[in-house]
């Protein structure tokens, strides 16, 4: 059975609850190696948002994923379990001043990543926005003026903190989810069922 | 040279692509047939409120345009169930048990690039668990002539879900409906305390499962079940109960069915049970049926060009040799194509084997022919000699 853990935070994160739930005997350790084989099971680590993908046409039967991108990126995948982990918030942010705009403005300027939960969020205010699409530094943007706000993912607030920006609205909580492959689900039922059944008990 | 550009509503087939679906209606043929089912052509258009009474929500992803002489909204075909009953009512051959597949195209927005195939069949007029089973096994039966491996067959019945959903706080229902789509053990185990319906989408197995679904008060799915069960077994049919099942149509009423094969993450196959889809043509008589779905196994499976036994390529003077013996050829029961482009041996050669004939004929003047089974194997004969024992194709 192969699972796609995303890299980063969240793999390491997720390899301490497959410990404790006694899903793996031995801690992995994220390296230069994208396939690591522990048993019976083959862990891929790959990009946060590549996780569904990888699931939907699976090359992965399982999959550790945010919320946020499940959201981003719908799939055709099933979404069976909150793994309380990855805890986080999808916000629009902005600097102080930037909540006047946010009420008032009959047209904003926002920078993302998340092109997709932005639009939805924004279509459903009945506000007309412009998204203008970041791979990374997100929270630079209305600092040097490219944008009037931001929609992103905060965890501690820090970042924003330490850049003199302020939580405007919260879109959405995320978490990470144990996500499956629909073909998977049945083909290899007898290998999933007792994977989920371990996270399912203890959580 | 002109470039073609695809549109984002396009589907354009290869040749073999094409072929494929030509091999899949052939062997649709085949195996409906030897079940007792007729071929019924389909209209492409139907009235999309009929659409939307039959499909629901998902008629929001037909292609509906207004019809400027009567005004009316038409859809063109996005499923081949209610087409097939109105077809059937209209043209009044409603003698039961009524047996037909199909074969053709449906147009959905929510498909990449418009237009998919499908084939499937109709049961109507049945409304015992036996016809439920038919319908599964002729599906199965036709992947597996197709050649489809490691067929994961699940069944399960509406009426559980739909309970579920009609018990739960009607605020509720749509969040539930979705938790259920997805499998969402986070969302039923914080709804429900009673840890068959917290899980129940992970409910699955054998007989087993059936007790536990009598025990929370689905007595006629559980019967109905276990029955279809029998039936399966008994044809060999390799199936499970997967209780966690949901199938959105709206016109299901009773048992469901969705096949997977690894690979792909999508069923190639799924149908059911439809007792009052009638209803909507002032009828009353139950039905079930399953769809397969072509573009999706020709991703998997692939496809190749229709073999061909002679390739025909002249260097007589005249040019009439080869129209002559190419005729001959086909009478006597080959697949015969002719070189009728001048370019050199060389690349007629290539080209033949290319294009999937297994053999290559070069003609003379002087009765001799020369015979290629490779673009680089031949042997010499006289045409006389040739013709003599290629007579039996």
């Known amino acids: 059975m192969r699972i796609a853990l995303p890299k980063g935070r969240l793999f390491k994160e997720s390899v301490e609850l497959f410990l404790k739930r006694g899903i793996l005997e031995e801690p992995i350790e994220e390296g230069r190696k994208l396939v690591i084989k522990v048993g019976e099971l083959e862990v891929m680590l790959v990009k946060p948002f590549d996780v569904p993908v990888y699931v939907e046409n699976g090359a992965a039967d ?59 969020f924004f279509k459903a205010k009945g506000k007309r926005v412009r998204i203008l699409h970041l791979n990374g530094s997100v929270e630079l943007a209305p600092l ?60 | 040279m002109s470039r073609v550009f695809l549109s984002f509503f396009e589907r354009i087939y290869s040749l073999r692509e094409s072929n494929f679906i030509k091999d899949s209606f052939l062997k649709a043929v085949q195996v409906f047939e030897s079940y007792g089912y007729d071929y019924l052509y389909l209209p492409i258009l139907e009235k999309h409120s009929e659409q939307e009474s039959s499909i629901g929500e998902r008629s929001k992803e037909s292609l509906t345009f207004r019809d400027t002489v009567s005004g009316e909204l038409i859809s063109l075909r996005r499923d081949f169930t209610t087409l097939a009953i109105r077809t059937l009512v209209s043209s009044r051959e409603l003698d039961f048990p009524k047996r037909v597949f199909y074969f053709g195209r449906i147009v959905s927005t ?26 599964i096994s002729a599906v199965v039966d036709y992947l597996q002539t197709l050649g489809v491996e490691d067929l994961s067959v699940s069944v399960s019945h509406v009426g559980i879900h739909r309970k579920v959903l009609a018990n739960c706080d009607a605020r509720d229902r749509e969040a539930l409906r979705k938790a259920l789509l997805e499998r969402n053990i986070t969302y039923l185990r914080d709804k429900f305390s009673d840890g068959f319906f917290a899980e129940l989408p992970l409910q699955s197995g054998g007989k087993e499962i059936l007790a536990r679904l009598r025990e929370h008060g689905f007595e006629r799915e559980a019967r109905e079940l276990e029955s279809l069960g029998e039936f399966l077994r008994e044809r060999g049919v390799d199936f499970t109960y997967d209780l966690g099942e949901v199938k959105d149509l709206p016109y299901y009423t009773g048992i469901v069915f969705e096949i997977h094969t690894e690979g792909l993450s999508f069923p190639v196959a799924s149908g059911g049970r439809y007792d009052r889809l009638s209803e909507l043509f002032g009828m009353s008589f139950p039905g079930a049926g399953g769809a397969v779905y072509i573009d999706r196994l020709q991703s998997l499976l692939g496809g190749k060009l229709q073999a061909k036994d002679f390739f025909l390529i002249d260097t007589s003077k005249e040019k009439r040799l080869g129209y002559r013996v190419a005729n001959l050829l086909r009478e006597y029961g080959y697949r015969v194509g002719r070189d009728l482009v001048s370019r050199s041996l060389e ?44 007579k039996q194709p």
């Open chain 1, 62 to 120: 399982l999959g550790v994923c945010g919320y946020d991108v499940l959201l981003e990126r719908p799939s055709e995948v099933y979404r069976h379990v909150d793994l309380g982990i990855g805890e986080c918030r999808v916000c629009v942010a902005g600097k102080p001043e930037g909540r006047l705009i946010y009420e008032e403005s009959p047209c904003l300027r926002v920078a993302t990543k998340y092109r997709f939960i932005t639009d939805s």
């Open chain 2, 347 to 390: 690349h007629s050669l290539l080209y033949a084997f290319k294009s999937g004939f297994s053999k290559a004929l070069v003609l003379r003047d002087d009765d001799r022919i020369i015979l290629y089974t490779t673009p680089k194997d031949s042997e010499a004969m006289s045409l006389k000699e040739f013709l003599e024992t290629i």
């Open chain 1, 144 to 203: 040097i003026g490219l944008s009037d706000l931001i929609v992103d993912l905060v965890q501690t607030g820090r970042t924003l903190k330490e850049n003199g920006l302020v939580v405007i609205e919260e879109i959405t909580r995320s978490s990470a989810w144990l996500i499956s492959n629909k073909a998977s689900f049945r083909s290899k039922r007898a290998e999933i069922l007792p994977f989920i059944d371990k996270l399912v008990k203890a959580l």
């Open chain 2, 110 to 135: 929510g498909e990449e690039g418009y237009e998919s195939y499908q084939t499937g069949i109709e049961l109507m007029g049945v409304k015992n668990v036996e016809g439920d089973a038919e319908v």
